[in-house]
């Protein structure tokens, strides 16, 4: 196993996601960790991490001294090719030219890290962020590969294994850096690359039994594939000692509860206590039209009925969240253990008020990854591939009020589109593809007859992670299917358009 010590970088957890795809069990430490940590560890390879700090600067981090000795290969990734430089007798300064972003490294000599990827004289793109430059190499170390910002780009001690890399090889955009890993991995560390989510999902659920002991879970199913694959794992890990909560607000998509009660009851057989609280949700929602008020209203009501079901299941130690790397803001880091999660998550309010101890099984891991497990836990791939859908639901879909009556205009909308989608073969493609409904009256004519009735738009964005988006380009054809179907088969609606918006400047969710 390889031992990432973290400095703080922002790109810890792609390093650990890169390994992972080359099939290397890693663990990711603070580098605060002591000689005695780093000996017991037993790593095959050790990865020095990324760090905003500067080596230059009084108390910035240095990896543990026992890393240079345990005779294994190290790899350092810029503060971490720079801390090894300096704990190991070379020199670093701050440099005029910081070199931000994308760089061209040439290859000067052989070297096994870029054996099979580039020759001496050949140069590919990388990705590089830094403001210190190596000036004087420590002994037995020399240069293996150049950029025009930083002469010491890759350095090597071919007889310890010792590299260093002033670029990031983790980020996508370097495009040799996975390349480069696999060399360091399997060509230099002789690791073998057999490691799989199958053992991932082992490891995961030890560290769940190990955390939780006797105590019990409470887990908040939303409908989504990550709190779904959460609960499976941590049900397989500690089995009666989970209660799966669903709480159905009545702005779900259609037959969406019955799906989710089928799944969990019927398909997996865990216990899971269904809440209807429909009715309380509409009766909060009305009058409200304005959408922040909306989000807030029923963001309220969530924490309120989630936590009278907790009381009533009388003694619960933990909370288990879906949550996932790209929610966790700071990767945990040397300064501390403190870690923010992002405030918009759909339960963020009950951990605090309910004061228990959180379970995060998926805290580690990328949106495919958790596709990936949730495979691995048997979750069928209906779910596993499901779009992203909203904490306050069809509520930021109908603009305006939201009454029973739109949710169900709504609801009948939006499932033709999806049928339409997924006959066509699309929804895999899509990242996300919903009907919004807008209390807006149109004329239309139909039969010999006048309709005046609502408008619904149609929205389907292509994305990586929700932060930017891109509109889909439906052929016409289809899209006059879809429009055709929901004016003939949803009364209440006699016209739909279609969302040209990317994001930015628009947002997925229309409010
Ligand atoms: P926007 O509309 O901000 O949405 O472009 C980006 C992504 O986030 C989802 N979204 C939410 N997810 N709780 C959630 O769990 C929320 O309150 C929420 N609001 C938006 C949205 O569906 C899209 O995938």
């Not at 004016?487 to 739909?496: F, M, P, W």
Request: hydrophobic content about 40%.
């Amino acid at each position: 196993r390889v031992l990432i010590l973290d400095f703080g970088s922002q790109f810890v957890q792609l390093i650990a996601r890169r390994l992972r795809e080359i099939g290397v069990y890693c663990e990711i430490h603070p580098c605060t960790v002591d000689d005695a940590f780093v000996r017991a560890f037993d790593a095959r390879a050790v990865i020095l991490s990324g760090s905003p700090a500067s080596v230059t600067e009084a108390d910035s981090p240095r990896a543990p001294q026992a890393v240079f000795e345990l005779g294994v290969p190290v790899l350092g990734i810029c503060y971490g090719e720079h801390t090894m430089c300096q704990q190991l007798g070379g020199n670093v300064e701050p440099d005029n030219h910081r070199e931000f972003g994308r760089a061209t490294i040439e290859v000067t000599v052989p070297s096994p890290l870029f054996d099979g990827i580039l020759s001496p004289g050949e140069g590919a793109v990388v990705w590089m962020s830094h403001g210190d430059r190596v000036t004087r190499l420590p002994e037995g170390f020399s240069l293996i590969g150049k950029s025009t910002g930083a002469p010491m780009a890759a350095i090597a001690d071919e007889t310890r294994h010792f590299y260093g890399l002033q670029f990031h090889p983790e980020v996508v955009h370097s495009t040799i850096g996975k390349a480069l890993l696999e060399n360091f991995c399997f060509k230099i560390a002789r690791l073998k690359g057999d490691w799989t989510m199958e053992a991932y999902k082992e490891q995961a659920i030890a560290k769940i039994r190990a955390q939780v002991g006797s105590g019990h879970v409470i887990c908040g199913l939303s409908g989504g594939v990550d709190s779904a694959v959460a609960a499976l794992l941590i049900h397989e890990a500690i089995g009666e000692q989970l209660t799966c909560v669903f709480v159905d607000t009545g702005v779900l998509r259609f037959n969406e509860a019955k799906e989710i009660v089928e799944l969990f009851r019927g398909h997996f057989n865990i216990p899971l206590v269904h809440v209807d609280a429909s009715e309380m949700f509409l009766e909060k929602l009305a009058g409200v039209s304005d959408p922040e008020q909306k989000r807030k209203a029923i963001g309220g009501l969530f924490i309120d009925v989630f936590e009278a079901e907790a009381r009533k299941l009388g003694e619960v130690d933990f909370l288990a969240q879906g949550t996932l790397y790209p929610d966790v803001i700071e990767s945990v880091s040397f300064k501390g253990p403190s870690v923010t999660i992002k405030s918009h998550h759909n339960v963020g309010g009950l951990p605090a008020r309910m004061r228990m101890k959180l379970v995060e099984p998926l805290r580690e891991l990328f949106k495919d990854e958790v596709r990936a497990l949730g495979r691995e836990l048997g979750l069928p791939e209906i779910f596993v591939g499901r779009h992203p859908f909203p904490g306050p639901g069809l509520a930021v879909r109908i603009l305006g009020e939201v009454t029973k009556d739109r949710v169900q205009i709504l609801q009948q909308a939006d499932r033709i589109f999806l049928e339409e989608i997924r006959q066509a073969g699309l929804y895999d493609e899509i990242w996300q593809a919903f009907a919004v409904l807008l209390p807006v009256k149109t004329v239309g004519v139909m039969g010999d007859g006048r309709t005046y009735e609502w408008v619904s738009a149609l929205r389907a964005v292509t994305s990586v992670d929700g932060m930017t988006a891109d509109v889909y380009p439906f052929e016409s054809a289809f899209l006059s299917k879809v429009a055709t179907r929901i004016v003939n088969e949803v009364r209440g609606i006699n016209r739909v358009t279609y969302d040209y918006t990317s994001k930015p400047p628009g947002t997925i969710e229309w409010e």
